[in-house]
C-alpha cells in the first residue's frame, strides 16, 4: 500500500507543478479514490473561509447515494475533543476542578489511587483499556454502557498500567469516564450534554451523539462505515464480519467516541475555537497547552487534542479518529489559520494529510 500511495503523489506532484493548490488536491483526491485509498468528504478553509470543498464515493453502497458535504459520519476519537471542552465548561461552572481525584465522582474506582481529571484529559491516568476486558468478560450478546465499564472494573479491578503522570498512553478508558462524569455533574445524558452547551449554540444542526445499534433511528444523509471483504469482492458493514463485531456491543459506551459530525458544522467548531463562545480565552489556553510528565517531559497533548509546533505550519492542533469502516481527521494550523478536515467512511483508506498540507503551503 505504501508503494501505491507513493506513486500516487509522486504522480500527483510532477502533473501538477504548474496548476493552482485547488487543482492540485482534486488530482490527489482522484488519483486516490481510482486507487480505492480515498473515499470520503474534505474541506479546507483558510481564514475561516472555504477555499477547497470535494466529496467523492458513497454514503450507502446499498443504495448507492452519494457523499457530500452534509453526509453525517462517526468521528471515532476526533469524539474526545468534545468530551474535553464539556469538561472544561464544567469547571468553568465550578462544578470540578482538573486536580480532583476520580474517586470523588466515581467512588466505585477509588481503589485506583491518584487519577485525577487532568490525568484522564491528557492520557497520563495509566487506567486499562476497557475494550480488551470487556471483550473477555462482558455477555456481547447485550450492548455496554459506561456503567458496564465500571461495574466490571469494581468486579475484577484490573490493575493500572503504570503511576499516574508517569507516562503517556493514550486511553479510550480515561475518556469514557469523563463522559459518565459530564453526566453525573450536569443531570443530563451525554448527548444532551452536548447539544445543549456545544452543539446548538454553535448551529452545529446536523452534529450528535448517534449509537445507531444502542438507540436506533432514520438519519438523513448518513455515511456508513464500510470495510472492503477481498473473497467476496464488496464492501460489508462491520456488524457483518466476526472480527469487528464488537462495533455492536461496543455502541452504547460515550465519551471515547459516538459523536457524529460533518465537515461544514466542523468547520463551526473549528471557529468557535478561536474566539469566547464556549470558554474564556485562559481556558482555552489550557485545552492547548501541552501536558507535563511527573519527569517534566512534555506529553504533546493537551485536553483532547494533539499539540505540536512546526518549523513550516507553526502551532498545531490535531486529531485523528479510527473506528472499522471509518478515518477522520482535524487538523488546525493556529498560527497559520488554515484548518484540514477529512472524514473518510471506508476501512482501505489513507489518511493524505502531509500531501495536502504540502500543496496548501
Known amino acids: 500500500m505504501k508503494h501505491l500511495y507513493t506513486l500516487v503523489f509522486l504522480t500527483c506532484t510532477l502533473y501538477c ?22 473515499n470520503g468528504t474534505l474541506l479546507i478553509a483558510e481564514q475561516g473561509k472555504v477555499m477547497y470543498q470535494k466529496s467523492i464515493g458513497l454514503a450507502n453502497e446499498t443504495t448507492g447515494a452519494p457523499l457530500n458535504e452534509n453526509s453525517l459520519f462517526e468521528l471515532a476519537s476526533v469524539s474526545k475533543q468534545f468530551t474535553a471542552m464539556g469538561i472544561v465548561m464544567l469547571k468553568q461552572k465550578g462544578k470540578l476542578n482538573y486536580d480532583d481525584p476520580l474517586a470523588k465522582f466515581i467512588p466505585e474506582l477509588s481503589f485506583y489511587k491518584g487519577v485525577t481529571i487532568r490525568n484522564m484529559l491528557q492520557h497520563t491516568s495509566g487506567l486499562p483499556d476497557y475494550e480488551s476486558f470487556l471483550d473477555s468478560l462482558f455477555d456481547r450478546k447485550k450492548i455496554a454502557t459506561n456503567q458496564d465499564i465500571i461495574d466490571t472494573f469494581k468486579k475484577y479491578k484490573p490493575a493500572s498500567h503504570f503511576e499516574p503522570g508517569a507516562k503517556w498512553e493514550y486511553s479510550n478508558t480515561g475518556y469514557a469516564l469523563l463522559g459518565t462524569i459530564i453526566e453525573k455533574l450536569s443531570g443530563l445524558s451525554y448527548g444532551a450534554y452536548l447539544e445543549k452547551t456545544i452543539f446548538r449554540p454553535l448551529n452545529m444542526y446536523r452534529t450528535q451523539v448517534y449509537r445507531r445499534r444502542f438507540q436506533p433511528k432514520t438519519i438523513e444523509n448518513y455515511a456508513y462505515g464500510y470495510l472492503y471483504v477481498d473473497s467476496l469482492k464488496k464492501y460489508l458493514l462491520p456488524d457483518d464480519l466476526p472480527g469487528t463485531k464488537y462495533v455492536v456491543f461496543l455502541d452504547g459506551i460515550v465519551g471515547d467516541g459516538t459523536v457524529n459530525s460533518t465537515v461544514i458544522d466542523l468547520l463551526k467548531w473549528d471557529r468557535a475555537l478561536y474566539t469566547e463562545k464556549l470558554v474564556p480565552k485562559s481556558a482555552l489556553r489550557e485545552i492547548f497547552a501541552s501536558g507535563v510528565l511527573k519527569d517534566g517531559k512534555s506529553t504533546n497533548y493537551g485536553f483532547g487534542w494533539s499539540v505540536t509546533t512546526d518549523s513550516v505550519y507553526g502551532k498545531m492542533t ?39 498540507r504540502k500543496i496548501m503551503y
Do not use: C, M
Open 318 to 356: 490535531t486529531h485523528t479518529g479510527s473506528w472499522p469502516g471509518y478515518r477522520t481527521i482535524i487538523d488546525r494550523h493556529i498560527d497559520q489559520n488554515k484548518t484540514i478536515i477529512i472524514l473518510q467512511n471506508h476501512d482501505k483508506v489513507v489518511n493524505p494529510i502531509k500531501e495536502i
Open 17 to 38: 507543478s504548474a496548476q493552482s493548490r485547488s487543482e492540485k488536491v482534486t488530482h490527489l483526491i482522484d488519483s486516490l479514490h481510482a486507487a480505492g485509498k480515498f
